[in-house]
């Protein structure tokens, strides 16, 4: 299974940017897919991402700001960032847990992007 992560950049603060992932492989089931973030000298957290019931989970510091959508089809999510600040400087992780045809999971981390928002 391989994870396709494009966008970010540079923006500055009060901009916008988006992120796309998009999973690929042999996949039987797609329990989760979204994004996480790490900042310099921080630890990797949770941003936004679809578990399997359809539901997201979005972190507080972010729900009013970031939005994430789903390609069902696609086995894709896009992340849309507005109002973007200083803090939310970091590199952006697409992840998964997949499932293959022996239903075994499997936690899978695309390459990071970068995000820098300027003040």
């Known amino acids: 299974v391989q994870l396709q992560a494009s966008g970010g950049g540079l923006v500055q603060a009060g901009g916008s940017l988006s992120l796309s992932c998009a999973a690929s492989g042999t996949i039987h089931k797609l329990h989760t897919l979204g994004w996480y973030r790490q900042a310099p000298g921080k630890q990797r957290e949770l941003v936004a991402d679809f578990i399997v019931a359809g539901t997201t989970n979005v972190a507080d510091s972010v729900k009013d700001r970031f939005t994430i959508s789903r390609d069902r089809a696609k086995n894709s999510v896009d992340l849309q960032m507005n109002s973007l600040k200083p803090e939310d400087t970091a590199v952006y992780y697409c992840?998964?847990?997949?499932?293959?045809?022996?239903?075994?999971?499997?936690?899978?981390w695309g390459q990071g992007t970068l995000v820098t928002v300027s003040s």
């Open positions: 992840h998964a847990f997949v499932s293959g045809p022996s239903l075994d999971l499997r936690e899978y």
